[in-house]
C-alpha cells in the first residue's frame, strides 16, 4: 500500500511543482518525481517484477495524461525506466549516497530517451544543449525528494513496511 501511496503522491507533486515553480522562476527545480518514486519502489516489488512493470506502464500513461498529452509516450519510457531500475537493484548495492548516483542515472537514460524519440520522429526541436540543459535542471530537487524518501522507508518501522531496505 505504502508504494501507491508514494507514487500517487508524487503525481501530485509533480502538478503542483511544475505549476508553482515557474511562476517564482526557480528554474534548476524540474521536478521529474514520479520518475524517482518509480526508482524508490522497486523493492516493494522484488517477488512480483512483472506487477513492477504494470505499475511503470500505468503511472506512465497517468502522467501522460495529466502533464504531457503524449498517449502512451511515458508509459513505454517508464517500461524502460523501470528495466534499467531492474538492473541497478539486481546488480548494485543501494545506499544512501549511491542513491544520489542512481538518481542522476535514471534522469538521465530518462531525458536522453525522450530526446532520441523526439529526434527520430521529428516532434519537436532538441539540440544537445536542450537536453544537458534538462538534465542539469531536474537533478537537485529530484535527488533531494528521493534521498527523502529514502530515509524516511528506512525510518518506518518493519510492521508498517513489511520490506527490508539496504
Known amino acids: 500500500m505504502i508504494k ?3 507514487i500517487i503522491i508524487s503525481l501530485i507533486l509533480d502538478g503542483i511543482l511544475s505549476n508553482f ?6 528554474s534548476y527545480f524540474t521536478p521529474l518525481l514520479t520518475l524517482t518514486s518509480i526508482f524508490i519502489v522497486y523493492p ?3 517477488k512480483d517484477e512483472y506487477k513492477y512493470y504494470i505499475t511503470s506502464f500505468v503511472v506512465g500513461i497517468i ?29 548494485l548495492n ?13 534522469i538521465i537514460v530518462y531525458e536522453s530517451s525522450t530526446a532520441l524519440i523526439f529526434m527520430i520522429f521529428k516532434l ?23 534521498e ?7 525510518i518506518i518501522p518493519k510492521k508498517y513496511k513489511k520490506l527490508k531496505i539496504n
Open 124 to 146: 519537436v526541436p532538441i539540440t544537445l544543449n536542450k537536453v544537458v540543459y534538462k538534465i542539469t535542471h531536474s537533478l537537485l530537487l529530484n535527488i533531494i525528494y528521493g
Open 4 to 6: 501507491y501511496l508514494i
Open 21 to 26: 515553480l515557474p511562476v517564482i522562476n526557480l
Open 63 to 91: 502522467y501522460d495524461l495529466l502533464y504531457t498529452n503524449l498517449l502512451f509516450f511515458n508509459g513505454i519510457i517508464f517500461v524502460l525506466i523501470a528495466f534499467v531500475v531492474r538492473i541497478i537493484y539486481k546488480n
Open 44 to 46: 516493494f516489488y522484488t
Open 94 to 106: 543501494i545506499s544512501f549516497l549511491k542513491n544520489i548516483l542512481y538518481i542522476i542515472l535514471i
Open 148 to 154: 527523502l524518501i529514502y530515509l524516511i522507508l528506512k
